[in-house]
């Protein structure tokens, strides 16, 4: 059994769908869930909390402490965050090596999430694809920054799947094997060039128009040289891929006052891991 005070789990928030990965394609982002089993030094999670489901479904018991700076109904996957972090605090309490029940802790939490694509990159970090059971770590060839965009508002997921269509076309479904292909080997080679081309046809027209701010938002990181721009999750948060150095262009283009939003430029986030 791990020293319960000593232990701080933070799994960190992420971005679904990237455009046209819907439901398989995540990227995490470097601000964390964190959680305590013990709860000694963080508040007190409520039983509804996503991170105390979480714990108690693997197996924790007691109470458990949480912190984030992840905002929830943002589309940057706060329940995702929770659901890793509480069940890998669960494994650690029991005094398992984080890094050897990783699949584990990513089945449980996506069980859990019902969105792969948000469950692993909180679990591996970086870039993954997720598909079905099981999940794929792919190498990002370059320095790449996310900049996003957060307005006010808050979505929620299942309203803004309400709004999909039930059935698509073969042209869109071959249009959106095609660019989720496409993006994914444009991260793995370097190819970054070929991003800004890699857009959807499932779910972003229609969630987008529901949200014009964020769609004006995407069109002014594609403008102000973002490598990729897209709706972040359900919205209605928007995210761009940037290098490095031209991170800082990117968000004084987005615009903030319309929909009270700010931007923050975030690192590519590192797996859930024991920081304490």
């Not at 320095?143 to 309400?162: C, E, F, H, K, Y």
Request: proline letters at 7%; a negative charge; charged letters at 15%.
């Amino acid at each position: 059994m791990v020293e319960l005070a000593a232990v701080i789990v933070s799994a960190p928030a992420s971005s679904g769908n990237l455009g046209p990965g819907f439901d398989s394609l995540g990227l995490a982002f470097g601000i964390m869930m964190n959680v305590e089993p013990g709860a000694e030094t963080l508040e007190p999670a409520t039983e509804r909390h996503p991170a105390l489901v979480g714990f108690r479904t693997a197996g924790g018991t007691g109470p458990l402490g949480w912190q984030s700076k992840i905002p929830p109904g943002k589309g940057m996957g706060f329940s995702g965050a929770s659901y890793v972090a509480g069940v890998a605090a669960a494994y650690a309490q029991q005094g398992a090596d984080i890094d050897d029940v990783r699949d584990e802790i990513w089945a449980q939490a996506t069980e859990l999430e019902g969105h792969p694509d948000n469950a692993a990159p909180s679990t591996y970090g970086g870039f993954t694809v997720s598909a079905g059971d099981t999940t794929i770590e792919v190498p990002i060839a370059g320095d790449l920054v996310a900049v996003v965009w957060i307005p006010a508002g808050q979505v929620s997921t299942n309203s803004s799947r309400s709004t999909l269509p039930e059935m698509i076309s073969h042209v869109d479904a071959t249009y959106n094997v095609g660019h989720a292909a496409q993006l994914v080997a444009a991260v793995a080679t370097g190819h970054f060039e070929r991003l800004a081309r890699c857009r959807d046809r499932l779910h972003e027209p229609y969630r987008l128009s529901a949200l014009p701010d964020t769609a004006a938002a995407v069109d002014a990181a594609l403008a102000a040289g973002a490598l990729t721009a897209f709706l972040s999750g359900s919205g209605p948060c928007a995210a761009a891929l940037c290098l490095r150095p031209d991170a800082d262009h990117v968000a004084a283009a987005l615009p903030t006052e319309a929909a009270d939003a700010h931007v923050k430029t975030l690192e590519i986030g590192k797996p859930v891991h024991i920081s304490g």
